[in-house]
């Protein structure tokens, strides 16, 4: 149908543990992508995810990368691996829900998206069990 399909893996940074795992990760990733696929990597672990020898392949072969608030040493690895600034990395220093960094090519742009917490298009996307 010559449509593009979202692939969604949570906790990506588990398939980066083991040199077998993150191979075949790094292969669909690549694939996905030939497909006309939109292979996206979810991770609270932000840190672990970095430092897999496979990072450099994932950022090669990904077109945005969405930071939300992230931990000081991640911070850390992303300004060195993204070359993002201090003052840019003050947006994802204990950032609230909705806000954060949108990176594509060369351009990163700090972002705030909040939704009313009353709309149906909130409680579709909150992650929060309770629904606050």
């Known amino acids: ?4 399909t979202w692939y969604f893996c949570d906790e990506a940074h588990l398939l980066l543990k083991e040199a077998q795992t993150a191979a075949y990760f790094i292969e669909i990733w690549k694939r996905f992508r030939k497909w006309g696929g939109i292979p996206t990597a979810l991770t609270q672990n932000l840190k672990d995810f970095l430092t897999s020898p496979e990072i450099e392949s994932i950022f090669e ?3 945005f990368v969405i930071l939300l608030n992230t931990a000081p ?3 850390a690895i992303l300004a060195q691996k993204l070359g993002i600034s201090p003052h840019q990395l003050s947006h994802v220093t204990y950032a609230k829900p909705g806000e954060g960094l949108f990176i594509y090519g060369g351009t990163i742009i700090p972002f705030v998206n909040r939704f009313p917490k009353s709309s149906n298009l909130y409680k579709m996307m909150t ?6």
Request: aromatic letters at 0%.
């Open 73 to 75: 040493g991640a911070r």
């Open 127 to 132: 992650t929060k069990p309770q629904g606050d």
């Open 61 to 63: 072969n990904s077109d």
């Open 1 to 4: 149908r010559k449509r593009a």
